[in-house]
């Protein structure tokens, strides 16, 4: 007995102490101060500001999409390349020109990688810059409005993927194309690709004042794919470089045929002798037609140019200006470090990380340590620019971004993971992984000589069971690692609009200031603005009637109209009357064939409709502007084609 | 006593009083300035907006000029005239005078202004948008507070003088000081 109980004693000692062991870990993993660490990093109070704007492309959804860091919060879709009903964006005769091209208007692009004008090598926060991938075209946004204010249609170019990068004082914003293609565009043989496809390597320039967008020349390269580029930078200012695949020149079974060689080019572009050179009267006018289309904040309206040629320079006829450095595999990224020294080649199918180093490339190019010539460019050797190696860091790296402490963050698809390295030394210094196969990252001016190195962010392909599942499509994402540390700490996951294939950050107090709450009334220069409620009237040109509308707090002037007839062509041009932060007001019409507008305090919009019915018919805000919101409403009597209704229109008394 | 009379000018460079609007909506707050001849946004658009939020409950839109914008300046520059006129001709008991005047003068300004933000803030129209009574069911009045903050639905209004009130003072002051040192000396130059 006195056993059995020494055994059931001893039996509930060692269970208390498995018990309490267990009870230790649980709180370690779960409930420790670790964790409550985390979510304090990414808290951002209600009423309190982030700390960085992210600027996250779209992808497919052709838009930009605008949030906050740390805490992830979406604060606005800027609509730039798609149509966009919300805002009229497309669908209002002020803004249908920007989405015009040589292909007449096309509702949708696929937006790839924002990048914010730059001056001295620093983020300046005045604009940011996309690239729209399938019909080539830059669109330029302004972060005072965050807008987009200017696109730009890229001739000669498909695919235009490796784009659209700056230069460190924003003289250039840079195009390249994905796919080569006949220049000019002909009718040939598929099969005849090699040789005879060319690939643009565009340089747009951009006035340092208002930003306004030129095409300077076009850089007429041998047909390889141009996948990304990025700017020199400090010492290697000047310079631009471009990755290549395809070196191959293939046209068919591309997954195969494209990834033969053994090692494929960053091609780096001496653009200021370019430059020079083309201010000097060199290049050849070529017929082109391409689109531009301006906004002008001052009159609310949009134009459309079409652009009749395009000054193209062939490599060869500016010596010392294009060299191509071998890199292995089919490399996707090509990143310049902050100093200006290293560039990053990513081999998407390598093992390894491949730096070239500028001083050597300067310094191959001296001495002429060349391998050869691919139709005529020389190709410097591959060890002479080489600068070192990252060994085996992971699978399929696509893309490296910097911090301000010397470190390199690189992007692995295919092992999904951020590898932390130093740049010098090539050790990897820490790994986390993605949720899941990412594709770029970002770190605040991680593109330019002064890095904000306190947060990276990554962007991912692929979700899967990471959020609620809303069948078969599920969303993308993006996660927040903190990188103050010597090692990363992944702090948040959130879904992103669209598929985020870069993004471009920037400290808020850049940005934040200098945001406008409103449009001056008095610089509204709208043709058809409408600037008190004693102005407002509708005028009839055949069959064309004009509404000059104003909208305040909570009527619209006028809110009767009569007259109108079916088969006319009816413009509501309103205009904002408020001058207060935040006041919009929407206006739709029944059976119009467009979207509803929203229009800004001071703003004038515009929007058709082609009344097919006779009727007395309603429209109405569309935005909650204010307690008497539902009150904001008005009539619009149609009458037949042929009657004569006489045209008339008020506010606040009976139509006479 | 030269300063006495120089002093209100400050009235022509600087705002009198200052009406400010706060409520949760605007985390910036609606302000008029009140000068002597202008009434004046704090910030872009505020009077425009404060009509905005008035015309709900019926209130008046404020009026781009009112009568006292001509008398109160006039006012102003007759008094500086005779304060000068005092200053080199007068004897220290015209000094007494002149704060007796300016004094009268002043309080009679409030007054109206106290009349002007009755009738703004009482006399509404009967198609007002939104009618709200004290709880005895009198029609509720919105006339900011003269001086102080004071609770009016949403928004907790604020009236206060502001610098131009402030040189107004001190010259009213001043012409006092003037007073009694005048009479101090007077009166030791009679028993020297």
Redesign the interface.
Known sequence: MKNILKSIAALVTVLIAFTSCNDTKKSDSKSGALASNVAEKVYVAPGEHDEFYAFVSGGFSGQLAVYGLPSGRLFKVIPVFSQDAEKAWGYNEETKPMLETSHGFIPWDDAHHPDISQTAGELDGRWVFINGNNTPRIAKIDLTTFETTEIIEIPNSAGNHSSSFVTENTEYVVAGTRFSVPVPQKDMPIKDYKGNFKGALTFISVEPEHGHMDIKFQLIMPGFDYDLSHPGRGKSHGWFFFSTYNTEEASTLMEVNASQNDKDFIAAVNWKKIEEYVNNGGGTMMPANYAHNVYDESTHMATSTMKKEVLTVNPLDVPGAVYLMPTPKSPHGCDVDPTGEYIVGSGKLSANLTIHSFTKMLDAIENEKFAGDAYGIPIINFDDSLAGVVEQPGLGPLHTEFDDKGNAYTTFFISSEVVKWKVGTWEVLDRQPCYYSVGHLMIPGGNSQKPFGKYVLAMNKITKDRYLPTGPEVTQSAQLYDISGDKMELLLDFPTVGEPHYAAGCPADLIKPRSKKLFPLEENNHPYATKSEADTKVVRDGNTVHIYMTM??SHFSPDNIEGIRVGDKVYFHVTNL????DVPHGVSMIGANTSELLIMPGQTETFLWEPKQEGVWPFYCTDFCS??HQEMQGYVRVSAANANTPLKWSLGEDIE | MLLAAILPLGLFLFPLWKITLEAPQYP?PLGMYIYINDFADAN??DI??IN?MNH?VGMKYIPEAIPEFKIFPAGILITTVIGLLIAFKGNYKWFLYWFILMIVLSSAGLYDFYLWEHDYGHNLDPRA??KFTNPDGTQMGFQPPLFGSKDILNFRAHSYPRLGALFLALGIGTSLIAYLVGKKSYKKSLEM
């Open positions: 305040i707090r408020e001058q207060d932060y307690a008497l | 910036t872009p658009h425009k907006n905005l709900y948008i939104m």
